[in-house]
């Protein structure tokens, strides 16, 4: 009877890990960029809200959402070996904030908007309108990473 009992935990054991694995694999596979956090400020310095240019994404169903973004084409950030990179910006680009308790806040990156005290996004491209704001003082580390989503720009 024991047997029998510990077939099924078994298999979802294996089942478990194998789940587990995949999703590590996934996970490593992304690239992730680092941006110090003086840098981060340099790059969005003196951009406000008047100088946003308008942008029409097509979603993976077909949809076309338009919407304002700052003016840049692309972010400089930092890979694991400490190399300097530019990213083009893109709509599944997404970016991590974590504040000193280790609390992430993930915003896509090309809907974030930075005045002189915060770092103000989007975290969901289903829920439009609704922004979360983060002060800037708070923040601990920034990574940027494609998030792998099948979002891009269109012509309007």
Do not use: W
């Not at 680092?34 to 097509?58: E, M, N």
């Amino acid at each position: 009877m024991k047997s029998e009992l510990s077939l099924p935990n078994t298999i979802i054991n294996k089942l478990s890990f194998l789940y587990f694995i995949s999703v590590v694999i996934f996970l490593s596979s992304c690239k992730t960029y680092y941006i110090p956090i003086g840098d981060f400020k340099k790059q969005f310095a003196g951009i406000d809200s008047s100088g946003f240019k308008k942008v029409t994404t097509l979603g993976p169903y077909g949809e076309r959402v338009k919407y304002l973004t700052f003016p840049l084409e692309y972010v400089t950030c930092i890979d694991k070996k400490g190399r300097l990179i530019k990213l083009k910006i893109s709509p599944s680009l997404e970016i991590r904030f974590t504040d000193f308790h280790n609390k992430g806040t993930v915003f896509y990156f090309d809907r974030i908007s930075v005045d002189r005290n915060a770092i103000s996004g989007v975290q969901s491209r289903f829920i439009s309108g609704i922004r979360k704001q983060i002060p800037i003082s708070t923040v601990k580390t920034i990574e940027v990473q494609d998030g792998r989503k099948r979002y891009k720009y269109v012509d309007q």
